[in-house]
């Protein structure tokens, strides 16, 4: 089992403001076989505050969760000893509440109607975007009234006149709706989640797309400017290229 990061307060602060209850940090439990894959959401979940413990099988799971007692797991359905159904099965007998977001593969439908069924509480298929997971993981914990947000309206984020429902998915600039497709939406939903911070085109590739997507910065390059057709076109801009460096979204003025 791997702890949470070394030297990290248990009140350090969160970056997106979302915290138990209590004001202490959201758990975590990554179980997935492959260790790639279980240290890069593990690494992303740590950046946004929250503690993590990763487990590579079934048994492990099963174990760290009755010592760790997470407030969801991030569970691959295939695991080497017994199926994610059945470590959640084994969770849920021991912690009810616990929110299960299950990792399946792309076209196994099955596994999927089978983890709903089972009463997995929303799944993603690989590969999948680091910031869909954390949304994922943040609507499950908001519905079930396991987290507060201390910064930010419910659902919402806002960025001077830039807004956006993550629930409903949907951006407005100064009260008027834009239209972004999925893409530009996670791309948005990532800058405005770090305002005023200096994003580089690396830091946005592993967040946004794919996490086996291997691609290139050109890409980033693309959607940036396909956000600033939709979000700045007309108006005063609110991002930003920080010449060799990257990117940043700051309020407008």
Same mark, same amino acid.
């Given at each position: 089992?791997?702890?949470?990061?070394?030297?990290?307060?248990?009140?350090?602060?969160?970056?997106?403001?979302?915290?138990?209850?209590?004001?202490?940090?959201?758990?975590?439990?990554?179980?997935?076989?492959?260790?790639?894959?279980?240290?890069?959401?593990?690494?992303?979940?740590?950046?946004?505050?929250?503690?993590?413990?990763?487990?590579?099988?079934?048994?492990?799971?099963?174990?760290?969760?009755?010592?760790?007692?997470?407030? &969801?797991?991030?569970? /691959?359905?295939?695991?080497?000893? #017994? %199926?994610?159904? +059945? =470590?959640?099965? *084994? $969770? !849920?007998?021991?912690?009810?509440?616990?929110?299960?977001?299950?990792?399946?593969?792309?076209?196994?439908?099955?596994?999927?109607?089978?983890?709903?069924? &089972?009463?997995?509480? /929303?799944?993603?298929?690989?590969? #999948? %975007?680091?910031? +869909? =997971?954390?949304? *994922? $993981? !943040?609507?499950?914990?908001?519905?079930?009234?396991?987290?507060?947000?201390?910064?930010?309206?419910?659902?919402?984020?806002?960025?001077?006149?830039?807004?956006?429902?993550?629930?409903?998915?949907?951006?407005?600039?100064?009260?008027?709706?834009?239209?972004?497709?999925?893409?530009?939406?996670?791309?948005?939903?990532?800058?405005?989640?770090?305002?005023?911070?200096?994003?580089?085109?690396?830091?946005?590739?592993?967040?946004?797309?794919?996490?086996?997507?291997?691609?290139?910065?050109?890409?980033?390059?693309?959607?940036?400017?396909?956000?600033?057709?939709?979000?700045?076109?007309?108006?005063?801009?609110?991002?930003?290229?920080?010449?060799?460096?990257?990117?940043?979204?700051?309020?407008?003025?």
């Amino acid at each position: 089992m791997e702890n949470t990061a070394p030297g990290a307060p248990a009140s350090a602060a969160r970056a997106d403001g979302t915290q138990r209850p209590d004001g202490t940090p959201v758990r975590v439990l990554v179980v997935d076989d492959e260790p790639s894959l279980a240290e890069l959401l593990s690494s992303v979940l740590r950046y946004e505050g929250w503690e993590v413990r990763t487990a590579a099988n079934g048994a492990e799971a099963v174990r760290g969760a009755r010592e760790f007692h997470p407030d &969801a797991v991030v569970l /691959d359905i295939m695991l080497p000893d #017994f %199926s994610g159904l +059945e =470590v959640m099965r *084994r $969770l !849920r007998a021991e912690i009810p509440q616990i929110c299960v977001l299950f990792l399946t593969a792309r076209d196994a439908v099955e596994d999927r109607v089978a983890g709903i069924t &089972a009463g997995g509480d /929303d799944y993603v298929t690989k590969p #999948f %975007s680091l910031e +869909e =997971v954390l949304a *994922r $993981l !943040r609507g499950l914990l908001r519905r079930a009234n396991l987290t507060r947000t201390a910064t930010q309206a419910e659902g919402s984020l806002v960025v001077g006149d830039l807004t956006m429902d993550e629930d409903a998915r949907e951006v407005r600039r100064a009260g008027e709706l834009i239209e972004l497709t999925a893409t530009e939406f996670e791309l948005l939903r990532f800058m405005m989640r770090n305002p005023r911070r200096v994003l580089s085109k690396a830091q946005i590739l592993d967040r946004v797309w794919n996490y086996d997507f291997g691609g290139q910065a050109h890409v980033v390059e693309l959607y940036i400017s396909y956000l600033r057709k939709k979000i700045d076109a007309g108006r005063i801009p609110v991002i930003h290229t920080v010449r060799g460096v990257g990117y940043v979204l700051k309020p407008a003025g």
